[in-house]
């Protein structure tokens, strides 16, 4: 938006302004926590030599949050690293449900725990949530 068409915004009413500056400071947040990313799903089977059939692969990027969490085992405590990865739409539009794969973020390699597409009213794909292990 141009100066003046801001003027004019704000002439009208203060929300509008504040909105635009929410919208603006958004933006910045989502351009800088996105990763990039290596994504693989499996379908059921394997192949000849063991290994998974892998039925998609993307690369692109998300924003990542990992966490971690303390298992209690009857030996000792396990610490388990955890993450989600938050995609912009559907990675996977030929799948109906995410539940195995692996993706490479940070040069590491994780299981994919599990899946799942939040959908718009619509039934489009808003985004897609992977659990990470």
Same mark, same amino acid.
């Given at each position: 938006?141009?100066?003046e068409e801001l003027s004019? *915004?704000?002439?009208?009413?203060?929300?509008?302004?504040?909105? +635009?500056?929410?919208? +603006?400071? *958004?933006?910045?947040?989502?351009?800088?926590?996105?990763?990039?990313?290596?994504?693989?799903? @499996?379908? =059921?089977?394997n192949d000849e030599d #063991? &290994? /998974? *059939? +892998? !039925?998609? &692969?993307?690369?692109?990027? +998300?924003? @990542?949050?990992?966490?971690?969490? $303390?298992?209690?085992? /009857?030996?000792?405590?396990? $610490?388990?690293? $955890?993450?989600?990865?938050?995609?912009?739409?559907?990675?996977? /539009?030929g799948q109906a449900v995410?539940?195995?794969?692996?993706?490479?973020?940070? #040069? =590491?390699?994780?299981?994919?725990?599990?899946?799942?597409?939040?959908?718009? /009213? !619509? #039934?489009?794909?808003? @985004? $897609?949530?992977? !659990? *990470?292990?």
């Amino acid at each position: 938006m141009t100066n003046e068409e801001l003027s004019a *915004l704000s002439s009208k009413s203060g929300r509008v302004v504040i909105l +635009c500056a929410v919208w +603006c400071l *958004l933006t910045l947040i989502v351009k800088q926590v996105q990763q990039s990313v290596t994504v693989r799903l @499996y379908r =059921e089977g394997n192949d000849e030599d #063991g &290994e /998974p *059939l +892998c !039925d998609i &692969e993307f690369t692109g990027v +998300c924003n @990542y949050q990992d966490s971690a969490k $303390t298992v209690l085992t /009857p030996d000792k405590r396990l $610490t388990e690293i $955890t993450g989600q990865a938050f995609f912009i739409g559907d990675i996977a /539009p030929g799948q109906a449900v995410i539940n195995d794969g692996e993706a490479v973020i940070f #040069g =590491e390699r994780r299981r994919i725990a599990q899946g799942m597409k939040a959908r718009n /009213p !619509d #039934g489009s794909v808003n @985004y $897609t949530r992977i !659990d *990470l292990i």
